[in-house]
């Protein structure tokens, strides 16, 4: 699977992305939604990867920095056609590399609570994140998980 920054100018990527966003809405209060819509993910402090094999979408995630030594994974989705193929698993494994050149210290997410979620948590934890208080601008948030790695 070839990784690379992503301009968010591709249809496929939006579709994506609007297929991400309608998922959180549906297993989320709209209160309890953080998923970032394209223009926020186009914000000078977010990059934006996708990930692609023969010219196929596979998957996308976003890294968005909070501080000099912090960052915040978001918009982590892979194509419904592409899942059991470990595409979360090279994305996720891409960013920690990103995030350590980048000499972050600290890679946190939020994630959901609900069961629609455990296949991320459980991919998260794999990696070696921990469950944490909320991090920058989170409440806390009974449809909320807080994970974090430390680099």
Not at 2 to 12: N, T
Not at 71 to 84: V, W, Y
Not at 94 to 101: F, L, N, R, S, Y
Not at 124 to 138: I, L, Q, W
Request: proline fraction near 4%; hydrophobic fraction near 40%.
């Amino acid at each position: 699977m070839e990784i690379r920054i992503d301009s968010l100018d591709d249809g496929a990527v939006i579709h994506l992305l609007e297929e991400h966003l309608a998922d959180m809405y549906a297993t989320s209060p709209p209160e309890s939604v953080h998923a970032l819509d394209v223009a926020s993910l186009k914000a000078t402090s977010v990059t934006f990867f996708s990930g692609w094999r023969h010219g196929e979408l596979l998957g996308c995630v976003a890294i968005k920095q909070l501080s000099d030594t912090h960052a915040e994974l978001k918009s982590m989705r892979t194509a419904t056609s592409a899942r059991q193929q470990g595409v979360a698993s090279m994305l996720l494994q891409h960013m920690i590399e990103v995030a350590k050149g980048r000499g972050y210290r600290r890679l946190s997410l939020e994630t959901g609570s609900m069961a629609f979620f455990e296949p991320a948590r459980k991919l998260y934890e794999k990696f070696g994140f921990s469950y944490c208080e909320p991090f920058a601008d989170y409440q806390p948030d009974p449809n909320s998980m807080f994970m974090t790695l430390l680099l």
